[in-house]
């Protein structure tokens, strides 16, 4: 999600002249490149609440905090990635290397402080506050703690009722965001937690799935999740069960409710509990 924020930042009808240079700019030496910071400077000067500006200020810290490392693990796939190489030790056993970003705590924080302008001048713009969410879920790898925090306290504002909340759509143009488009982003989060792999991560995924579940009790997906967080980080599969007859009260076809009773009902070795769910997967 951090890297589908590096594009350039959408044109709009109104497009500035400062907004025209920079991403022509970009385009040539990337965010961070050379001259982006002196142009950043004085576009602050002249509009120093311009949201494009802003958004591109967070951008240049990041970039510029970013470099890489490599890491060796046992494991076939490590927070979600793919390794890059994959070798043979003395032993035969497979080692498994992945490329992994590491970040500048200096330029991070600077970061940081870009995107918390951004959420100050225009507090209900959700890509703002996902902007900030994104950059901590990229910095903390296993432990997305300050992200699940991040996110926590959204969804409290958010179902708060207080103000109109927007997301960028097309041309650069804001759209309100109704209830609905809320839990299907949050939704991406938890997916997004879950994928990391990590004890901390299905932790985060569980605590951002119940909190969601509190205000949307009715919605599958969070039940859904609450069940495979049993199923997979708990090994308790008659808990995760119980969730999935919960989504299949709602939503009797839930494809993915009735796909992971199947494999829960095989974990416990129950072929009769299995050969009931495999009869409503059909």
Same mark, same amino acid.
């Given at each position: 999600?951090?890297?589908?924020?590096?594009?350039?930042?959408?044109?709009?009808?109104?497009?500035?002249?400062?907004?025209? !240079?920079?991403?022509?700019?970009?385009?040539?030496? *990337?965010?961070?490149?050379?001259?982006?910071?002196?142009?950043l @400077?004085?576009?602050?000067?002249?509009?120093?609440?311009?949201?494009?500006?802003?958004?591109?200020?967070?951008?240049?810290?990041?970039?510029?905090?970013?470099g890489?490392?490599?890491?060796? !693990?046992?494991?076939?796939?490590?927070?979600g990635?793919a390794?890059?190489?994959?070798?043979?030790?003395?032993? *035969?056993?497979?080692?498994?290397?992945?490329?992994?970003?590491?970040?500048?705590?200096?330029?991070?924080?600077e970061?940081?402080?870009?995107?918390?302008?951004?959420?100050?001048?225009?507090?209900?713009?959700?890509?703002? !506050?996902?902007?900030?969410a994104?950059?901590?879920?990229?910095?903390?790898?296993?432990?997305? @703690?300050?992200?699940?925090?991040?996110?926590?306290?959204?969804?409290?504002?958010?179902?708060? *009722?207080?103000?109109?909340?927007?997301?960028?759509?097309d041309?650069?143009?804001?759209?309100?965001?109704?209830?609905?488009?809320?839990?299907?982003?949050?939704?991406?989060?938890?997916?997004?937690?879950?994928?990391?792999?990590?004890?901390? *991560?299905?932790?985060?995924?569980?605590? $951002?799935?119940?909190k969601?579940?509190?205000?949307?009790?009715?919605?599958?997906?969070?039940?859904?999740?609450?069940?495979?967080?049993?199923?997979?980080?708990?090994?308790?599969?008659?808990?995760? $069960?119980?969730?999935?007859?919960?989504?299949? #009260?709602?939503?009797?076809?839930?494809?993915?409710? $009735?796909?992971?009773?199947?494999?829960?009902?095989?974990?416990?070795?129950?072929?009769?509990?299995?050969?009931?769910?495999? #009869?409503?997967?059909?």
């Amino acid at each position: 999600m951090v890297a589908a924020t590096l594009l350039c930042i959408a044109a709009t009808a109104q497009e500035s002249e400062f907004l025209r !240079r920079y991403n022509v700019l970009v385009g040539r030496v *990337g965010p961070a490149g050379l001259g982006v910071e002196t142009l950043l @400077d004085n576009w602050s000067k002249e509009e120093p609440d311009n949201p494009d500006q802003l958004v591109a200020r967070f951008h240049y810290y990041i970039v510029k905090s970013q470099g890489t490392e490599i890491v060796n !693990r046992r494991d076939a796939k490590y927070l979600g990635l793919a390794p890059v190489l994959s070798l043979k030790d003395s032993t *035969g056993t497979d080692v498994h290397y992945y490329e992994l970003l590491t970040y500048d705590e200096a330029l991070f924080a600077e970061a940081l402080k870009a995107a918390d302008k951004a959420i100050a001048v225009y507090p209900e713009r959700l890509d703002f !506050r996902f902007m900030k969410a994104n950059a901590y879920l990229s910095y903390e790898r296993e432990s997305p @703690d300050m992200a699940l925090s991040n996110l926590i306290a959204l969804v409290h504002e958010f179902m708060s *009722g207080s103000g109109e909340w927007v997301y960028p759509q097309d041309a650069g143009a804001v759209s309100p965001v109704d209830k609905e488009t809320f839990a299907q982003l949050m939704q991406e989060y938890c997916y997004s937690f879950y994928s990391l792999g990590t004890p901390s *991560g299905y932790e985060a995924f569980y605590k $951002l799935s119940v909190k969601m579940n509190s205000f949307y009790p009715k919605n599958t997906d969070f039940l859904c999740n609450i069940g495979s967080y049993h199923m997979v980080a708990q090994n308790n599969c008659k808990t995760a $069960l119980k969730y999935y007859d919960k989504v299949l #009260k709602i939503k009797p076809d839930d494809y993915s409710a $009735l796909n992971n009773s199947v494999l829960a009902a095989r974990k416990l070795k129950n072929p009769k509990l299995e050969k009931k769910y495999m #009869k409503m997967l059909k």
